[in-house]
């Protein structure tokens, strides 16, 4: 692993492109953390449904009929708003045997090609097709016919297109990156080392 070059201390980083960067970086890099932290309070209704069902169920055999859909939306909701955060943290699968041997500036120019090339379209394309699924959606004011609860779901689907436009703009941030280190042989960050 080698070490993270300081962006804020290289000459690079006062070009007016870099310096613009650098602030790009950093604003939306706390915005995805700020994020991430918001999208786990999900973990609150998720939980909380899901304990008040079973003391429902099994103490007073009275089942609620909400409990399974919260519990789903809820897990389901924090799954997809917490994919930038964990792109973010590094958190996304990569075959490590490979890319550990790599110099951090061939690890930049495998992301900065992958977030050109396919990331930051697929993202925009995701976008646009879950933005009219969510629209149709809410004009039907669509609901779930899962349980007997029936809940509306169009905010559930409007989760999908704000996943997508979160993860874009996340990967513009990994895309300047990945430009810095294919310009200057460096890691603009380290990301954690998660294994599971």
Do not use: C
């Amino acid at each position: 692993m080698s070490a993270v070059h300081n962006p804020e201390a290289s000459d690079l980083s006062k070009t007016p492109f870099w310096s613009a960067a650098t602030s790009i970086i950093r604003v939306t890099d706390r915005f995805s953390d700020w994020f991430g932290y918001l999208v786990m309070l999900l973990f609150i209704p998720m939980i909380l449904g899901g304990v008040y069902e079973v003391i429902m169920r099994y103490f007073f055999g009275a089942p609620t009929t909400w409990s399974g859909d919260v519990t789903f939306i809820s897990n389901g909701a924090m799954f997809m708003l917490g994919s930038a955060y964990a792109l973010l943290k590094g958190a996304h699968v990569r075959t490590d045997i490979f890319w550990d041997k790599f110099s951090e500036k061939t690890k930049g120019m495998i992301d900065f090609i992958t977030y050109l090339i396919l990331f930051l379209p697929i993202m925009g394309l995701i976008f646009f097709i879950s933005w009219d699924a969510f629209m149709h959606s809410l004009q039907l004011n669509e609901r779930s016919n899962a349980g007997l609860w029936q809940p509306i779901i169009w905010p559930f689907r409007a989760v999908v297109p704000l996943t997508m436009l979160l993860l874009f703009i996340q990967g513009i941030s990994e895309l300047l990156k990945s430009y810095w280190a294919v310009k200057t042989g460096h890691a603009y960050s380290q990301h954690e080392k998660i294994e599971i």
